[in-house]
C-alpha cells in the first residue's frame, strides 16, 4: 500500500513529512478570489498557479502557509504535492436570489462542508487521478490527541478504510448527480505511536530554516474562540473584510445564517478588548482546525 502524508502547513503535519518519509506528500490549498486580499509576491503567485494548474488570487490562511510548503519542500527534499479545489467563493454559492443575486450558505460549527469541499474534495480527487488503489494516509494528530484518532477510526469500514462519497455522472435525465462511495485511505497516526507531543515538535523546529504562521487555517475559521478571531482581525484586516462580506451576503437570503453561532463577524471587528492581545495568549488548541 502506498502511504502519503496529509499537509495542513502547520508544524505538526510538517514534522510528520520530516521524520516519515512517504511516497507523496500533498497539501491542499484554500483559495478566494478577493483581489483586496491578493497574494503581495506575483512571482511566488505565478509559482503557485503553475503548481496547482488553476488561477491563484489569494488564500483564506495566511499568507505565510505559501512560504511553509515551498521551505519544506527544500527541507525534506522531496516534492510536495499541490492540490486544490473550488474557490471559497463558489463553495458558498447556492444558485440565485429571486432578484438574480447569488445566494451565499455559509458553512459553521453544525456543517462544516468547507472541510470537505476545499480540503478532502482535492485530495480524493488527486487521487482517483493518480493512484485508484487505497492508500494509507499519515494524519497529524500528537499522542494526546487520542480521541480525535478514534472518531477518525470509528468511521472507516469493515476493512478499516475510510469511504468518501463523489459524482460519477448524471442521471439519465440528466437532472440528478449520480454518487459512488469509494474506500480510499487508511488513516494512521505515527506521532501517537511513537508518544510525540507538541512540545517535541515544537523543539524539533526550531533552529530549521522553515516559516510558519502564527496560526493556521482559515483567518476567520468558525472553530476560534472570539478572542482569537479579534487577533485575526488585527493580523489581516482585508482578508478578515472578506468573512464578514461574505456574511453579509448571506444573511441577504438565509437571516440566520453566520460563520461563528456565538457572534456576529461585524461586532468581532469592531470589539475593542480591555487588554492588549499578545501572540502567547493563544495556544494550538484555539486555532481552530479542518478535522482532517
Same mark, same amino acid.
Given at each position: 500500500m502506498k502511504t502519503a502524508n496529509s499537509l495542513s502547513g502547520g508544524k505538526t503535519s510538517s514534522y510528520i513529512a520530516a521524520n516519515y518519509p512517504a511516497d507523496y506528500d500533498v497539501f491542499s490549498l484554500v483559495r478566494i478570489e478577493d483581489e483586496n486580499c491578493r497574494f503581495k509576491d506575483d512571482t511566488i503567485r505565478k509559482h503557485v498557479e503553475d503548481r496547482i494548474q488553476a488561477p491563484f488570487i489569494a488564500t483564506a490562511e495566511?499568507?505565510?502557509?505559501? &512560504?511553509?510548503? @515551498?521551505? @519544506?519542500?527544500? &527541507?525534506?527534499?522531496?516534492?510536495? =504535492?499541490?492540490? =486544490?479545489?473550488? =474557490?471559497?467563493?463558489?463553495?458558498?454559492?447556492?444558485?440565485?436570489?429571486?432578484?438574480?443575486?447569488v445566494a451565499v450558505y455559509l458553512p459553521n460549527p453544525t456543517m462544516r462542508f468547507c472541510t470537505t469541499e476545499m480540503k478532502l474534495q482535492p485530495i480524493f480527487d488527486w487521487w482517483k487521478k493518480e493512484l485508484t488503489e487505497p492508500i494509507e494516509m499519515r494524519i497529524g494528530f500528537r499522542a494526546n490527541e487520542q480521541k480525535r484518532a478514534k472518531t477518525m477510526l470509528e468511521k472507516c469500514n469493515e476493512n478499516g478504510l475510510q469511504e468518501f462519497k463523489s459524482i460519477v455522472g448524471k442521471s439519465k435525465n440528466g437532472n440528478r448527480n449520480k454518487w459512488k462511495s469509494f474506500a480510499w485511505q487508511k488513516p494512521t497516526f505515527p506521532l501517537i505511536n511513537d508518544a510525540i507531543f507538541k512540545d517535541n515538535v515544537e523543539e524539533y523546529w526550531k533552529d530549521k530554516p522553515v516559516r510558519f504562521a502564527f496560526a493556521n487555517n482559515c483567518i476567520g475559521?468558525?472553530?476560534?474562540?472570539?478572542?482569537? @478571531?479579534?487577533?485575526?482581525?488585527? @493580523?489581516?484586516?482585508k482578508k478578515f473584510d472578506w468573512f464578514i462580506r461574505k456574511e453579509e451576503e448571506s444573511r441577504k437570503t438565509y437571516n440566520d445564517r453566520s460563520w461563528n453561532l456565538k457572534i456576529d463577524y461585524q461586532k468581532i471587528k469592531d470589539w475593542s478588548p480591555q487588554f492588549e492581545l499578545f501572540d502567547d495568549d493563544f495556544n494550538e488548541c484555539d486555532s481552530g482546525y479542518c478535522g482532517l
Amino acid at each position: 500500500m502506498k502511504t502519503a502524508n496529509s499537509l495542513s502547513g502547520g508544524k505538526t503535519s510538517s514534522y510528520i513529512a520530516a521524520n516519515y518519509p512517504a511516497d507523496y506528500d500533498v497539501f491542499s490549498l484554500v483559495r478566494i478570489e478577493d483581489e483586496n486580499c491578493r497574494f503581495k509576491d506575483d512571482t511566488i503567485r505565478k509559482h503557485v498557479e503553475d503548481r496547482i494548474q488553476a488561477p491563484f488570487i489569494a488564500t483564506a490562511e495566511d499568507d505565510t502557509i505559501i &512560504y511553509t510548503m @515551498l521551505d @519544506l519542500e527544500q &527541507y525534506i527534499g522531496r516534492p510536495i =504535492t499541490w492540490v =486544490t479545489g473550488k =474557490t471559497f467563493d463558489d463553495v458558498i454559492k447556492r444558485g440565485k436570489r429571486d432578484n438574480g443575486d447569488v445566494a451565499v450558505y455559509l458553512p459553521n460549527p453544525t456543517m462544516r462542508f468547507c472541510t470537505t469541499e476545499m480540503k478532502l474534495q482535492p485530495i480524493f480527487d488527486w487521487w482517483k487521478k493518480e493512484l485508484t488503489e487505497p492508500i494509507e494516509m499519515r494524519i497529524g494528530f500528537r499522542a494526546n490527541e487520542q480521541k480525535r484518532a478514534k472518531t477518525m477510526l470509528e468511521k472507516c469500514n469493515e476493512n478499516g478504510l475510510q469511504e468518501f462519497k463523489s459524482i460519477v455522472g448524471k442521471s439519465k435525465n440528466g437532472n440528478r448527480n449520480k454518487w459512488k462511495s469509494f474506500a480510499w485511505q487508511k488513516p494512521t497516526f505515527p506521532l501517537i505511536n511513537d508518544a510525540i507531543f507538541k512540545d517535541n515538535v515544537e523543539e524539533y523546529w526550531k533552529d530549521k530554516p522553515v516559516r510558519f504562521a502564527f496560526a493556521n487555517n482559515c483567518i476567520g475559521c468558525f472553530h476560534r474562540e472570539v478572542a482569537l @478571531l479579534k487577533k485575526m482581525q488585527q @493580523l489581516h484586516p482585508k482578508k478578515f473584510d472578506w468573512f464578514i462580506r461574505k456574511e453579509e451576503e448571506s444573511r441577504k437570503t438565509y437571516n440566520d445564517r453566520s460563520w461563528n453561532l456565538k457572534i456576529d463577524y461585524q461586532k468581532i471587528k469592531d470589539w475593542s478588548p480591555q487588554f492588549e492581545l499578545f501572540d502567547d495568549d493563544f495556544n494550538e488548541c484555539d486555532s481552530g482546525y479542518c478535522g482532517l
